[in-house]
């Protein structure tokens, strides 16, 4: 008979962290969040401070994917500010937490000031996987800023990295972030190679949330091509996923309203493309999410000028116009000054369209775009070949 082992406080912390780890990729997030508190507690009382900073960083990420991100925040700086250098891999961790929070809600220079500290502190820790994530994300501020070459290059670092670890998990989720890059470099071809490839790599390891991602990305290509007919089945795919499994993630849900919305729209189903961006307002103001808010107004006015033939729906392109100025978002806003000029010209309202036609110019060369190529879309959508 072998002596029984002990039973001590920093196992049943361990396991407490873990088991929260495992209910929040399952998206039962109070239930990750009561294990958590308890985790932190029980190293509290046990001398374990260490425990209940990294107790403390997890219940930070847990804020960050449960849209709480104010309370994710308040967290994650309780964790930076601790002392000591064995705190620095929790460290680390609520840094780069924080910097998911501020690119979250764009605001893209924090967020790049958090990214660096923390990559600075996992390469002092010699943390490989971790290193990789954060050029991820720094990645991620690039893109989401239209610098797609920088982007890129960042993408593929971090997929050289995770995939010479064999980390399938990163590797799909990169490719997937540089299929929306390429996408944004035109090589169509190449965006959707890495989206199989991502795809195939979520169904190997039942990643139900990244094939809600992948499925909708899809989706939204199939309609930009006027395929149809596969966009409605890729959207009918992620639907069945999310109600087969219960996701709940509002990030989500908002990306899967603002996706259908559009398919609706250029099917014509005008009543249900506004009752997709009505939800997706709805959910983005919930969770603050200045990028989805910005894009839902300007698309819900879209949609009703088309729909109704008023100019009832330009006040909310302007308010996505506002809020895109006021977020710093540089292609959410270009993109809402051509939604006005193509409402304004649909309308027959030829002096504001040209106005909003200069709007867009200006941004679209502040943004890298060719005198060439900003001339062709205004005439392409003055000309009225939508």
């Known amino acids: 008979m072998h002596p029984k082992k002990e039973i001590t406080a920093e196992a049943v912390v361990r396991l407490l962290i873990n088991s929260a780890l495992v209910a ?3 998206a039962d997030y109070p239930d990750a969040e009561a294990r958590l508190d308890r985790a932190a507690a029980l190293a509290g009382t046990s001398d374990l401070e260490g425990k209940r900073q990294k107790a403390l960083a997890e219940k930070a990420a847990l804020y960050y994917v449960w849209g709480r991100f104010d309370q994710g925040l308040e967290l994650a700086g309780l964790v930076i500010s601790a002392g000591g250098e064995e705190q620095n891999e929790n460290r680390a961790s609520a840094l780069n937490t924080s910097g998911n929070i501020h690119l ?6 924090q967020a790049e000031k958090c990214f660096r500290r923390a990559l600075d502190y996992y390469r002092g820790l010699k943390m490989e996987t971790s290193i990789g994530t954060v050029i991820n994300n720094l ?7 239209g610098d797609s070459q920088k982007a890129k290059l960042l993408y593929l670092e971090a997929l050289e990295r995770f995939e010479g670890q064999n980390d399938i998990y990163r590797t799909a ?11 944004a470099l035109e090589d169509t071809d190449q965006a959707k190679h890495c989206l199989h490839r991502s795809l195939d790599l979520r169904r190997s390891i039942q990643d139900h949330r990244g094939l809600v991602n992948n499925l909708l990305k899809q989706a939204g290509i199939f309609t930009d091509e006027q395929n149809f007919n596969e966009a409605g089945k890729k959207l009918g ?5 999310i109600r087969e499994h219960k996701l709940t993630d509002p990030h989500l849900k908002a990306y899967r309203e603002g996706e259908a919305g559009i398919f609706y729209f ?12 009505l939800r997706l307002i709805d959910l983005s103001g919930q969770m603050k999410e200045a990028s989805f808010l910005a894009r839902g107004y300007s698309w819900l006015g879209k949609v009703r000028v088309f729909r109704d033939g008023t100019g009832a729906g330009i006040a909310d392109i302007r308010k996505g116009i506002e809020l895109a100025e006021s977020g710093d978002l540089p292609c959410e806003l270009k993109d809402a000054w051509i939604y006005l000029m193509e ?4 309308l027959g309202q030829r002096e504001p369209a040209d106005q909003a036609a200069r709007n ?14 900003a001339d062709a879309e205004i005439a392409r959508i003055l000309g009225g070949k939508n």
């Not at 990169?174 to 299929?179: K, M, P, Q």
């Not at 250029?266 to 961006?277: K, P």
């Open 24 to 26: 929040k990729l399952l």
């Open 104 to 109: 979250r809600r764009c605001e893209f220079d």
């Open 139 to 145: 990645a991620n501020i690039y893109n989401i800023r």
């Open 173 to 183: 989720h990169v490719l997937h972030s540089l299929s929306q890059v390429l996408l």
């Open 237 to 241: 795919q992620a639907d069945v996923i």
């Open 266 to 277: 250029f099917t014509g189903e005008f009543d249900q493309a506004e009752g997709c961006f």
């Open 343 to 346: 409402c304004h010209r649909r």
């Open 360 to 373: 867009y110019a200006r941004e679209a060369l502040k943004q890298g775009d060719t005198r060439e190529k």
